[in-house]
DNA sequence: CGATCTATTGAAGGGGATCAAAGCGAGTGG
DNA sequence: CCACTCGCTTTGATCCCCTTCAATAGATCG
């Protein structure tokens, strides 16, 4: 994705922002935001760090619901988000998955558009609209990297359809668990093994499934010798070419 | 979506763009991508047109396979295409429907995604990806509304999951054709009354189902009065209410 | 160790897919 | 002008997979 930044530029802060409880809170939350907008001048690093607010954000808790309006965007510094559309009938969507360094905030509308979720103790990095627009306004460059996040979202969201609409289940897993992997290695994680942050309640309200029919299919895969459960929310990538075949790959990438 | 603009600034325009067999052809043209880039001014639309060639694409034509390497990006000004993910053993996915004014080229990828094919006869505009370059970074305004464009594109791909994920045939359908209503209606179409560019397999590819049950639901809404199908490709909307509650609405848009 | 929540496994039912055939409509040629 | 043809759509019958409902097993924590 995106490829470390030196560090250098981090010394040249001076005080914590408001709200942060420390400095190195603020120094992990800028080193997040490198990691979603890489490559940024020593100024912008500066104007960014300046107007950030790291915020913790515990398991279960609720950042933001549908409908009501936006004030901040985000970034995730550690933890794991869920994003849910829910229907008046209780059924529910979940759009995407919130890791590490990935940024809450590219929408068209003024409002929340589903119910951001903790699925994990967590700390986001905020920034008030305004402030966001000023800055965007200030570094084209910064708008820049917006536009390509933003495009890179609408892959994934087009792939994310064609699971969803076209795959079957254990398809659909498959695929789910090699993007998975392919996410949390460049933070650090093993891509053969991959840590689920999320319940199979979750993981079948993304790909469009029951909770039951998620089980029985990690029951298939592990069967089928392709993956290994060693705990609950932990999954052994056994054979990474034959969870690819079965995903049906969509390749070129 | 986008306010008309003032019509004045096209008189600036002095010769044809290369490719362009007349001028009024470039004059359409532009009048699209102004519709797609709300606001410009003067200065930015004459840049437009100068790098921009129309081209014709008949009913069936391919304007793009996946995979192969990006070299435009293109806006519709005429007809209607559709973006095809194809899986190995046949099974299609209709990312999306291309209708004019929509722009063509909002990936992170430097290859195509998915085949484009016009679905009626079609005229779209082209401007080289190089080209493109400069002028986004020439005028930021550009920027900021490709990254605006993208971000509404990254709501209606979150709406288009969840009816993919978790609405029934009829749901889907419904929404469907409210969809399509709005975006024909800012294109001088009548709300009440949709035209169907594409076929019923079309449609199914689009929401996840088989063009038997896509048409089995037609034919349900149409004995619930809540459509009518004066011709095949034509649908005229009885109950407006009806279809939005039966949709789920996802309302807060 | 028991309580509670989550995940897994089992049995039964339904809804959309699949296979197959009949309509319908536009275009063609006699 | 009509008959014919070809493609697409509609309708019908059957089947299978996922859902639903229900019960068991497992994990985490007090």
């Given at each position: 994705m995106s490829r470390p930044h030196?560090?250098?530029?981090?010394?040249?802060?001076?005080d914590p922002a408001?709200?942060?409880?420390t400095l190195k809170d603020c120094l992990h939350c800028s080193v997040r935001h490198l990691a979603v907008c890489?490559?940024?001048s020593p100024d912008e690093v500066q104007a960014l760090e300046r107007v950030t607010i790291s915020q913790p954000l515990p398991l279960g808790a609720t950042l933001a619901r549908a409908g009501e309006p936006r004030q901040h965007v985000y970034t995730l510094t550690s933890g794991a988000l869920r994003l849910v559309r829910t229907l008046a009938d209780g059924r529910r969507q979940i759009s995407s998955f919130v890791l590490p360094g990935d940024y809450l905030g590219l929408t068209g509308?003024?409002?929340?558009?589903y119910d951001i979720e903790a699925i994990a103790d967590s700390r986001v990095c905020r920034v008030a609209l305004s402030q966001m627009k000023d800055l965007r306004a200030r570094y084209p460059h910064l708008e820049r990297k917006l536009l390509q996040r933003a495009c890179q979202e609408l892959d994934a969201a087009a792939d994310a359809a064609l699971a969803l609409g076209r795959l079957q289940p254990a398809e659909k897993l498959a695929d789910f668990l090699l993007r998975l992997a392919a996410r949390e290695a460049p933070l650090?994680?093993?891509?053969l093994r991959v840590t689920l942050p999320m319940g199979r309640g979750d993981i079948a309200d993304h790909l469009g499934l029951t909770m039951e029919t998620v089980s029985r299919t990690f029951t298939k895969l592990r069967q089928s010798g392709l993956i290994a459960l060693p705990h609950l929310n932990t999954v052994e990538i056994l054979d990474q070419d034959g969870l690819r075949e079965l995903s049906a790959d969509e390749g070129w990438a």
């Open positions: 030196s560090g250098t530029a981090l010394s040249a802060v001076d408001p709200g942060c409880s890489s490559a940024l509308s003024d409002h929340h558009r650090g994680g093993n891509a």
